[in-house]
């Protein structure tokens, strides 16, 4: 790939190399610009973007691929940057209260100003912050029920990874790691681990969790339609030995429904991928409770407990969804190595997943994998797949994590190697995370061209497209994080005149020629 051949990021480039530099690097010709870094205000209230931004969706403004709002999930904070350390009484009420208010999601009104800047405008009346603060309903078969101690709506989302968007212009946001908030700030898990979903442009829409989707360790989903029109959303939970998870809605999208669409989210089933029968098994609590009545059942790999105590837990549908994945385990689905992003191809309808890694089974580097659905059918309930890409020396690349697609066919890959494994042993040839380019057919199938390589420290996460392929967001999570002290900073990335310490930011990147 040589030189810009079209108007688009997308478009032609010359590859980068590794790099351990403290810059946000792109090939000749392109550039980044800082859109909102942790701490900015976002909005004329005076509400600020939070911190470690992942997961991004754009939503033009009456079509247009310059101005949007853009949605940021916050996946958790920092004790040295946010809340300061706990002191010796446990964490103060206002150091909870950042700790909650900087995960969850910032919505930004987003433009490209006459000088091809990207910017946010403070001045939206869209702009505003949903976090670990916000009251959500949940809805689905567990709301209300023993599972959640009888909740219907819950406080907060937070450890907000990935997400997806659906087809009636809300955003999912996937609640991840969210054990440590909860027992940092004294709250009842099982009201976290679910999908939530939010409509960036009406405030007074309720925020809501649906529980119809299981609860795990989400990091994305990924929604398309079933021949017969109904609602296929698949999902990944980043847990080492976790299954990869498909929904598949009981009523069928309509699109003069609008936001109506939301109630297909809470009325379907839930099925886990057996790679080895290549069959998607439905999540029923009739199914469990069909494997535990088995007097000879002994726990599977991954489930802890004796077939008295999977009964007690098991007891309805309710309790199938909070433990989906225990469930999973329980019907046979394939513990993998910690399943990240899903993305489905708009050009054949197979579905990439992205296996970050598992140093238990010596999977040090990650691949990804790709699903072929029977008959090509979002809804089947069989499939074949294989592993699209390794990672290792040979396709340059560890740990891949976020996916998207251009309109080439190409599959944009973010890396994610943990921080303290970072340029040391095995890992020293990958330089920093970055963000490579994949073709998924002709010649080039499967080769990793760098495209971006991240700060000290950072991972890239959520690289979102505009429609035209002009502009590329990217959110730089955590500069600096292994610094010891604000007196060794590791990172000082974006590098802003008079700041005294890095910041997590999203950025958009365009070449300096459209
Ligand atoms: Fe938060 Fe799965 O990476
Ligand atoms: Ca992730
Ligand atoms: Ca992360
Ligand atoms: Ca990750």
């Not at 900015?40 to 931004?53: L, Q, S």
């Not at 976290?192 to 442009?201: D, H, K």
């Not at 999208?253 to 839930?270: F, H, I, P, V």
């Not at 495209?451 to 990217?474: N, V, W």
Request: charged share 20%; proline share 4%.
């Amino acid at each position: 790939l040589f030189g810009f051949k079209t108007n688009k990021v997308s478009g032609y480039f010359n590859p980068i190399s590794h790099s351990t530099e403290d810059q946000l690097l792109l090939p000749p010709g392109f550039k980044y610009d800082v859109i909102a870094a942790f701490g900015d205000k976002i909005n004329e209230r005076g509400d600020t973007f939070g911190f470690n931004n992942d997961y991004t969706a754009f939503f033009p403004i009456d079509g247009s691929n310059e101005r949007g709002l853009l949605w940021v999930n916050h996946e958790y904070v920092s004790e040295l940057f946010v809340t300061g350390p706990k002191g010796a009484g446990g964490w103060t009420a206002a150091q909870t209260e950042q700790m909650l208010y900087n995960q969850g999601g910032s919505i930004l009104e987003v433009y490209r100003d006459q000088n091809g800047v990207w910017k946010m405008d403070t001045k939206s009346k869209y702009a505003r912050r949903i976090n670990g603060l916000t009251m959500f309903k949940l809805t689905g078969p567990a709301a209300g029920s023993q599972a959640v101690n009888g909740a219907t709506t819950v406080r907060g989302t937070f450890a907000n990874c990935s997400g997806g968007v659906t087809l009636w212009n809300t955003v999912l946001t996937c609640e991840e790691n969210y054990e440590d908030t909860c027992s940092e700030a004294g709250l009842n898990e099982t009201h976290y681990g679910w999908v939530a979903e939010i409509a960036p442009f009406e405030e007074k829409w309720e925020v809501r969790k649906h529980t119809a989707l299981g609860r795990f360790h989400h990091e994305n989903t990924c929604m398309g339609l079933s021949k017969d029109g109904r609602v296929v959303v698949y999902m990944g939970d980043d847990k080492k030995d976790a299954c990869v998870y498909k929904y598949i809605s009981n009523g069928k999208y309509d699109s003069a429904a609008g936001y109506n669409n939301s109630k297909l989210l809470e009325d379907g089933t839930l099925y886990a991928a057996n790679f080895k029968a290549g069959k998607w098994v439905a999540l029923t609590l009739e199914a469990v409770q069909k494997v535990l009545s088995n007097a000879k059942w002994s726990a599977p790999f991954g489930v802890k407990g004796t077939r008295e105590e999977m009964l007690a837990i098991f007891q309805t549908q309710g309790d199938v969804l909070v433990h989906a994945d225990e469930a999973a385990l329980l019907l046979g689905a394939t513990p993998t190595d910690r399943p990240e992003d899903v993305e489905i191809s708009p050009f054949d309808n197979t579905v990439f997943i992205a296996h970050t890694n598992n140093d238990t089974h010596g999977n040090i580097h990650g691949h990804v994998t790709r699903f072929f659905e029977k008959d090509g059918d979002l809804a089947a309930t069989e499939f074949d797949f294989e592993i699209f890409a390794a990672g290792g020396r040979q396709s340059g690349f560890s740990a891949p994590d976020n996916l998207t697609f251009d309109s080439n066919g190409n599959l944009w890959i973010v890396t994610d190697m943990s921080g303290s494994s970072m340029n040391k042993g095995v890992f020293t040839s990958f330089g920093h995370n970055g963000l490579y380019v994949v073709p998924t057919s002709g010649k080039a199938k499967g080769e990793a061209l760098q495209f971006a390589s991240a700060p000290k420290d950072a991972e890239l996460t959520g690289p979102t497209f505009t429609p035209d392929e002009r502009t590329l967001f990217l959110a730089v999570q955590h500069p600096g994080e292994q610094s010891k002290s604000m007196g060794e900073l590791t990172s000082m990335w974006p590098h802003r005149a008079g700041d005294k310490m890095p910041r997590p930011a999203v950025v958009a990147i365009t070449g300096f020629k459209f």
